[in-house]
């Protein structure tokens, strides 16, 4: 499974960016996936996760109620609207898939990951 980050880039706090990220597996819905990310000097952190048909989503507290995780399983493409960004959300951000739910927040269980996209917000 090939995975596509994009979507980021330069936004002053309170702005809101929408990161996406594409597939190459036609089987895309049989992936649960995730977005984590990793700022400098940090350990990379979970995000968020949504189901294979989109109807789960769960969220890491820090993020709750500011981003939204969905998917379009026509268009193979995962997607996380980020509204309300700090300055604290500055990281490079990736997506990741794997089959099972179980511990959607733990990284390494995890089986395929993007390259990254660097979102940067200025205070």
């Known amino acids: 499974v090939q995975l596509q980050a994009s979507g980021g880039g330069l936004v002053q706090a309170g702005g809101s960016l929408r990161l996406s990220c594409a597939s190459s597996e036609r089987t895309f819905s049989r992936y649960v996936m995730g977005w984590f990310r990793q700022a400098p000097g940090k350990e990379r952190e979970f995000v968020a996760a949504?189901?294979?048909?989109?109807?789960?989503?769960f969220y890491a507290d820090i993020v709750k109620g500011r981003f939204t995780i969905s998917r379009d399983n026509a268009k193979n493409t995962l997607y996380l609207q980020m509204n309300s960004l700090k300055a604290e959300d500055t990281a490079v951000y990736y997506c990741?898939?794997?089959?099972?739910?179980?511990?959607?927040?733990?990284?390494?269980?995890?089986?395929?990951w993007g390259q990254g996209t660097q979102v940067t917000v200025s205070s």
């Open positions: 990741a898939a794997r089959t099972q739910l179980v511990d959607y927040e733990r990284e390494t269980s995890y089986d395929y």
């Open positions: 949504i189901s294979w048909s989109g109807t789960s989503t």
